[in-house]
């Protein structure tokens, strides 16, 4: 019955294969097509290196290793050709993993054929079942196995594992952590089969831990094993999704992802070479990289600059709210902002001229090292080995990143290079961000909308998240103004109501069908999710050619009681001057939040009574170091604090409720002043950082260069008089 049964599973086993022979016919098809068509040896090269390592991936989740070592070598091939050196490092170490790929794969059918001449060989069936399920990480193909063995503790085990976790008990998720440890022990398991046994025990581990069943001494073993799996997973060199691997050199450019990372001007990739062109109307070019290291770190890279001596910029995150900037041109560097002055400001304290002018055309070496450690920041830049600044002091006298602090390359005239740029991370996190990430994290903890005031939805971006709605929720929507206008024709305003319906405000529950909203119209959620809001898709993408935004808000009717809720969107907070503390909301600790104080003039404000409205010396400066009264802060009813002056990055250092008000009551001074607050939302980041940054950056160069063509224009008036008097 036994020998049945075992080769029933063999047989299905065979049968799971996926067929290799029409998609091995499309995949030469393809090659065949590069080959053919493609212009250049370049091109071609660039194009068959894409190809092989996208399908030798493919091979290698099948775990097909023979064939995906050869493709790898073909793609090595192409990038040796070319000299894409990044490309060769990321290839040597697939490689690796595809000759241990190979030995699996030999393994396999070894056990495969022992099994087929003698059915009853319980060592190679065994052999055969942990060569699924470590090496391969396939765990239903050894639960087909497992019918026809007879080791209790190995079926038992792999069983447990293939159900939800949920339905193992904590004392159970200990047991089988010991046995997944032992296993990663063998010495016949390949790196990436310790790498997918450990991870199923640290798994385990941090269930068990987080159902809170454990006593004292069997909590003690799971942070035990989860330290010794974090010490063997790091020997392993293995990299958590989304971290940076610390201790080594690493390239940017391999975390550069075009549909995630901001550009602007005419930025591209050429092997391990970012080239930065001048954008139109003599904007800058810049490349963000998503990268946010939160302690000690290195950074090098070759800069060169093409017609133009380099005028380049590099910023870098110092923790988790601050950043600095090391700039170089052709006579000067530095670092800024610091204490509030520009890179290039003669006082700034790191600002250094050269002795020798840098020249366009050639390379110069650029070392720069950031240590950070509990607010203390050592900065140190070096070119071509000569230290040419350095600076020590605290963040206090950085400025606060205006978002997440990430790493930014930027060029600010003609051509620029930046060639092989590399990170060593020498201490604390570096987290790699991505959109798909982030987009789901926020998906899954926005709140649902209570009230939704003042929200912004740009014109030219197609849908921006607003918060989700509950199934069956009922919410009123109100236009509170703002308009859409085209490009074409300035005085063309498109919404939110326009006649013909062409541009009207729209929304969308998840991926489902867009819907009108209405000024005064109550929308009814036929279904739970996130709401996207957006301008009208009626005649396809037209968002080119439309800038602006339209404001509106969302209540849920009924209306819900007054207590504060968790803060998401923009909100507006009056404070009387005659009330301590005033709720503003809920906030989450590790979150970050924009303050901006409004500074108060005119009646809703704080003044002094008795005196004019339109008096300036009337208005109370809420926001200046040197106010006797200001706006403070506190959470949970902790101590009190303050922001800086005007716009202001908050990271919440605990949960609870956050308060304000005024420092100290006051039967001086009436009336109300107020500040804004939101949680930093990182979709609508992701989403408007583009066209902000874009439009600052342009309007700012745009007024440089009006300035410089009314100078030349006042000295050609002042020239003309000369030239008269000379003719006559």
């Known amino acids: 019955m036994k020998r049945i049964i075992l080769f029933i599973a063999m047989v299905l086993l065979f049968l799971s294969i996926p067929g290799r022979t029409a998609e091995q016919d499309d995949f030469a098809k393809l090659e065949k097509e590069i080959i053919e068509s493609s212009e250049n040896d370049k091109e071609k090269n660039n194009r068959l290196l894409e190809l092989y390592e996208n399908e030798a991936d493919k091979k290698m989740g099948l775990g097909f290793g023979s064939e995906a070592l050869q493709l790898y070598t073909k793609a090595n091939r192409c990038a040796d050709a070319i000299g894409n050196n990044m490309a060769e490092k990321r290839l040597l170490e697939k490689t690796k993993d595809a000759r241990s790929m ?33 090496e391969l990480d ?42 997944l440890e032992e296993l990663s022990s063998g010495l016949s398991t390949s790196r990436n089969g310790k790498i997918n046994v450990l991870l199923k025990a640290e798994k385990y581990y941090q269930y068990a831990t987080g159902t809170k069943k454990l006593k004292s001494e069997e909590q003690a073993r799971v942070e035990q094993g989860l330290e010794r799996i974090k010490k063997k997973l790091k020997l392993l060199g293995y990299i958590p999704p989304g971290m940076v691997a610390t201790g080594t050199w690493i390239s940017l450019l391999e975390s550069f992802d075009p549909d995630w990372d901001l550009t602007q001007g005419k930025t591209g990739l050429d092997g391990n070479i970012l080239a930065m062109g001048e954008g139109e109307e003599r904007r800058e070019s810049f490349t963000v990289f998503p ?79 950031i240590k950070h450690e509990d607010g203390n920041v050592q900065l140190a830049a070096a070119v071509n080995g000569h230290k040419v600044a350095q600076w020590k002091g605290t963040t206090k006298n950085l400025d606060r990143s205006p978002g997440i602090p990430v790493i930014v390359l930027r060029n600010r005239w003609g051509v620029g290079y930046f060639k092989q740029p590399e990170l060593f991370i020498v201490s604390g996190k570096c987290i790699k961000r991505s959109l798909e990430r982030d987009r789901k994290y926020a ?166 009574p008795g005196r004019s409205d339109d008096d300036d010396v009337n208005s109370v400066n809420i926001d200046s170091p040197k106010s006797e009264y200001y706006v403070e802060f506190r959470i949970a009813g902790g101590e009190t604090f303050r922001i800086n002056s005007g716009r202001s990055m908050l990271l919440a250092p605990a949960d609870g409720l956050l308060e304000a008000g005024i420092n100290k009551v006051s039967q001086k001074i009436i009336g109300e002043c107020g500040f804004n607050i939101e949680r930093f939302d990182l979709v609508k980041q992701s989403d408007n950082a583009r066209k902000n940054i874009a439009n600052h950056y342009y309007y700012e160069l745009r007024r440089i260069i009006n300035r410089l063509e009314r100078e030349k224009e006042k000295a050609e008036k002042e020239k003309r008089p000369r030239k008269e008097k000379r003719k006559k």
């Open 291 to 369: 990268i946010a290291p939160d302690g000690s770190y290195n950074f090098r890279a070759q800069l060169a600059s093409k017609e133009h001596s380099p005028y380049m910029e590099c910023s870098f995150p110092v923790g988790t709210e601050h950043a600095v900037t090391f700039g170089i041109n052709r006579y000067e560097s530095g670092f800024g902002d610091i204490d509030g002055k520009r890179w290039d400001r003669s006082d700034n304290v790191t600002n250094r001229r050269f002795s020798d002018k840098l020249s366009s055309g050639k390379s110069y070496k650029l070392e720069m090292k």
């Open 138 to 179: 396939d765990i239903n193909a050894a639960k087909e196995l497992l019918p026809g063995c007879d080791d209790l503790l190995l079926k038992t085990c792999i069983t447990m594992i293939g159900k939800n976790i949920e339905e193992v008990s904590a004392f159970d998720c200990l047991e089988l952590c010991n046995w």
């Open 102 to 134: 190979k030995i699996v794969e030999a393994r396999i059918n070894a056990a495969r054929k022992t099994l087929e001449n003698d059915p009853g060989n319980q060592a190679a069936l065994k052999k055969l079942i942990l060569l699924h399920f470590v």
């Open 443 to 608: 998906e899954k903890n926005i709140p649902v909308i209570t009230r939704l005031s003042h929200f912004r939805v740009p014109g030219s971006i197609p849908w921006t998240l607003a918060g989700r709605v509950e199934k069956g929720g009922r919410y009123k929507i109100k236009h509170e103004g703002g308009k859409w206008y085209n490009e074409f024709d300035i005085g063309a305003e498109c919404g939110p109501g326009g006649k013909d319906g062409k541009y009207c405000l729209q929304g969308r529950i998840g991926e489902g069908k867009s819907f009108n909203m209405e000024d005064d119209a109550v929308l009814e959620a036929d279904r739970a999710g996130p709401l996207y809001v957006g301008m009208s898709t009626d005649k396809g993408d037209e968002f080119d050619n439309n800038f602006g935004s339209i404001r509106f808000s969302m209540v849920s009717v009924p209306e819900q009681d007054n207590e504060p809720w968790p803060i998401w969107h923009p909100r507006h907070v009056e404070l009387p001057a005659k009330e301590k503390w005033v709720k503003v909301g809920e906030i989450q600790k590790g979150e970050y939040y924009k303050i901006e104080l409004e500074r108060p003039r005119g009646r809703r404000s704080w003044h002094y």
